[in-house]
């Protein structure tokens, strides 16, 4: 199971740090999504285990930073320089995806709640 936290209401070029918590096995992505109103769920950065290589969407990379504690079992997404536009529910995922759809939602068969993150101008 993952359990999100961390969003909340912040100004533009601020800061925020998601934290999902991570329980059962060990999967081979960690992933963070977020979908904005009336938007499709999109890719924001994803982990893979076994390399510990980073991906990221080109609207946020040199922004935002996924790490992930191996001895905490927690999954972060630290979000800087924040805009408007990062307003969305962010979620964290889990799954087995094979590396051509590590940035793909099909590619994760678990789900975190979601936590908002709301940039006010």
């Known amino acids: 199971q993952l359990q999100a936290s961390g969003g909340g209401l912040v100004q533009a070029g601020g800061s925020l740090r998601l934290t999902c918590a991570v329980s059962g096995r060990t999967f081979r992505s960690y992933g963070w999504f977020r979908q904005a109103p009336g938007n499709e769920r999109e890719f924001v950065a994803a982990?893979?285990?076994?390399?510990?290589?980073?991906y990221y969407a080109d609207s946020v990379k040199g922004r935002f930073t996924i790490s992930r504690d191996r001895a905490k079992n927690t999954l972060y997404l630290e979000m800087n320089s924040l805009k408007p536009e990062d307003t969305a529910v962010y979620y964290c995922?889990?799954?087995?995806?094979?590396?051509?759809?590590?940035?793909?939602?099909?590619?994760?068969?678990?789900w975190g709640q979601g936590t908002q993150v709301t940039v006010s101008s």
């Open positions: 982990i893979l285990t076994s390399h510990n290589k980073l």
């Open positions: 995922a889990a799954g087995d995806p094979i590396i051509i759809y590590v940035s793909a939602s099909a590619g994760y068969s678990n």
